[in-house]
């Protein structure tokens, strides 16, 4: 499924490459063809205005003989025996150099022609016909296109100023070739970056949508567990429904428990599943957190005195901007899990200090510890570090993962310092209010 996202992203990716630099190449190329060909229209206007200028009809010459086919256009002015060298010389004088002109009668026959273009297979009676003083002409010849400027004369001969468009037709397969090259190199480029991106955006995607797979599955895991026990203990009491329940304490107070647990897990699993929506709105206030955590240690008081635990705490004044309701949550996971793991007779500790910059919520026990391998893991829900040992324990796995999420949903953090044998310590910063 990701695999057929990938591809369809990159796929998304270079055509959108592929829409952008097509248009940008297709632009460019239309502007600088026009460019260029305004600018030859321009140089042949001018060009025929000078000729128009100057007085001097076009002389009588022999049709030149076609240049080799390969060879130049043009050839330098040679000496012939009709040829009026002077009028031809002045004129072309006026001209520059990649200009020619040729004067033509009606039906096509060259009068002059003193650049020697080769303009065989140009239909010059066809030029003739079209005519048109403003109009600029395109005539196709065998050995190169050419853009001319007719006018007529006065004796009813033409005269056509013109360029080869030779360089102009180079210039522009060159720029073709090059936005084709151009555009074919940035597309095999954009889609090899684009498999690597599209490969980037969907991992996170693909990781949470993952987990999220992994969180239905143990939670129903979790809470299939229970209500077996449940219901095989029912199964029990069912078998003899003439017994008392004196005499069936022992699976009465089975089916109790599970349900007990079966209650805290569903709060729990609702509480991250509100979380991860981002329904679980915190109602955010200024409040003391010296006093909640307080009172949480004296609540909790009776829970260690049947633990057979001291619970000790050292409290200073701290203010705090938070959801009292999901910060006494924070703190009881704390306290409840250091009562449940602190050492036989052992002593649980709760410190509240502040500095400059948050106030510190440490929770200490006496307990077995953490190995540094499990540390990273027991944030993550249904986390159990020995899984059997603490579902006897009343424990759903997901205390820590609710007491991270507030903890970061108040902009603070939460750290766990431990070592096996040697107890452990969790930490919570907040932010001061
Ligand atoms: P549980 O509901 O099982 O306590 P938690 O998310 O609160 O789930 O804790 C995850 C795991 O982290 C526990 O199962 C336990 O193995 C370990 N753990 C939590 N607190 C302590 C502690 N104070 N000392 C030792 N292990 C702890």
Same mark, same amino acid.
């Given at each position: 499924?990701?695999?057929?996202?990938?591809?369809?992203?990159?796929?998304?990716?270079?055509?959108?490459?592929?829409?952008?630099?097509?248009?940008?190449?297709?632009?460019?190329?239309?502007? %600088?063809?026009?460019?260029?060909?305004?600018?030859?229209?321009?140089?042949?206007?001018?060009? /025929?205005?000078? #000729?128009?200028?100057?007085?001097?009809?076009?002389?009588?010459?022999?049709? *030149?003989?076609? =240049? *080799?086919? &390969? &060879?130049?256009?043009?050839?330098?002015?040679?000496?012939?025996?009709?040829?009026?060298?002077?009028?031809?010389?002045?004129?072309?004088?006026? +001209?520059?150099?990649?200009?020619?002109? @040729?004067?033509?009668?009606?039906?096509?026959?060259?009068?002059?022609?003193?650049?020697?273009?080769?303009?065989?297979?140009?239909?010059?009676?066809?030029?003739?016909?079209?005519?048109?003083?403003?109009e600029l002409q395109r005539a196709d010849g065998e050995h190169g296109h050419f853009r001319l400027?007719?006018?007529?004369?006065?004796?009813?001969?033409?005269?056509?100023?013109?360029?080869?468009?030779?360089?102009?037709?180079?210039?522009?397969?060159? +720029?073709?070739?090059?936005?084709?090259?151009?555009?074919?190199?940035?597309?095999?480029?954009?889609?090899?970056?684009?498999?690597?991106?599209?490969?980037?955006?969907?991992?996170?995607?693909?990781?949470?949508?993952?987990? /999220?797979? /992994?969180?239905?599955?143990? $939670?129903?895991?979790?809470?299939?567990? *229970?209500?077996? @026990?449940?219901?095989?203990?029912?199964?029990?009491?069912?078998?003899?429904?003439?017994? =008392? !329940?004196?005499?069936?304490?022992?699976?009465?107070?089975?089916?109790?428990?599970?349900?007990?647990?079966?209650?805290?897990?569903?709060?729990?699993?609702?509480? #991250?599943?509100?979380?991860?929506?981002?329904?679980?709105?915190? +109602?955010?206030?200024?409040?003391?957190?010296?006093?909640?955590?307080?009172?949480?240690?004296?609540?909790?008081?009776?829970?260690?005195?049947?633990?057979?635990?001291?619970?000790?705490?050292e409290i200073a004044p701290a203010r705090v901007r938070g959801d009292r309701a999901r910060l006494?949550? +924070?703190?009881? %996971?704390?306290?409840?899990?250091?009562?449940?793991?602190?050492?036989?007779?052992?002593?649980?500790?709760?410190?509240? $200090?502040?500095?400059?910059?948050?106030?510190?919520?440490?929770?200490?026990?006496?307990?077995?510890?953490?190995?540094? $391998?499990?540390?990273?893991?027991?944030?993550?829900?249904?986390?159990?570090?020995?899984?059997?040992?603490?579902?006897?324990?009343?424990?759903?796995?997901?205390?820590?993962?609710?007491?991270?999420? !507030?903890?970061?949903?108040? &902009?603070?953090?939460?750290?766990?310092?431990?070592? *096996? &044998?040697?107890?452990?310590?969790?930490?919570?910063?907040?932010?001061?209010?």
């Open positions: 499924m990701f695999q057929r996202a990938r591809l369809m992203l990159t796929a998304s990716y270079a055509a959108a490459l592929a829409l952008t630099l097509g248009g940008i190449g297709v632009a460019s190329y239309v502007l %600088i063809r026009d460019d260029l060909e305004s600018e030859i229209d321009r140089s042949l206007r001018a060009a /025929q205005e000078q #000729l128009d200028s100057v007085d001097i009809l076009p002389t009588p010459t022999a049709v *030149p003989d076609p =240049t *080799p086919p &390969g &060879g130049d256009d043009r050839e330098d002015h040679e000496d012939e025996e009709h040829h009026d060298d002077d009028d031809d010389a002045a004129r072309l004088a006026l +001209l520059s150099s990649d200009v020619f002109y @040729v004067a033509f009668a009606a039906d096509g026959t060259v009068i002059a022609n003193p650049r020697r273009v080769n303009l065989e297979g140009v239909d010059l009676a066809r030029v003739a016909a079209e005519a048109d003083g403003d400027a007719v006018s007529q004369l006065d004796d009813g001969s033409f005269l056509a100023v013109g360029r080869s468009l030779r360089l102009v037709e180079h210039q522009l397969e060159t +720029l073709r070739m090059v936005f084709l090259v151009g555009g074919v190199i940035g597309l095999v480029v954009s889609l090899g970056a684009g498999f690597g991106l599209a490969g980037r955006t969907l991992t996170p995607i693909r990781r949470a949508l993952e987990s /999220q797979q /992994q969180f239905v599955s143990d $939670a129903s895991h979790e809470l299939r567990t *229970p209500l077996t @026990v449940a219901r095989a203990n029912n199964a029990l009491l069912l078998d003899e429904p003439e017994a =008392t !329940i004196e005499s069936r304490l022992d699976q009465a107070e089975a089916v109790a428990a599970e349900l007990d647990h079966l209650s805290v897990l569903v709060g729990d699993l609702t509480t #991250l599943a509100r979380a991860d929506e981002g329904r679980a709105n915190l +109602l955010l206030e200024p409040l003391d957190l010296a006093a909640l955590v307080d009172e949480v240690v004296r609540d909790m008081g009776a829970l260690a005195d049947v633990h057979g635990v001291s619970l000790v705490s006494r949550q +924070l703190v009881v %996971i704390l306290v409840d899990n250091s009562l449940k793991y602190a050492a036989e007779h052992g002593t649980v500790r709760v410190a509240l $200090a502040t500095d400059g910059r948050g106030a510190e919520l440490s929770v200490t026990d006496d307990g077995p510890g953490i190995a540094p $391998a499990e540390q990273k893991r027991i944030f993550e829900r249904f986390y159990r570090v020995d899984s059997e040992r603490t579902r006897s324990k009343g424990g759903t796995g997901l205390g820590l993962a609710i007491g991270k999420w !507030i903890t970061e949903a108040h &902009g603070g953090r939460i750290a766990v310092e431990s070592a *096996p &044998g040697r107890g452990t310590t969790f930490r919570v910063r907040l932010p001061l209010a």
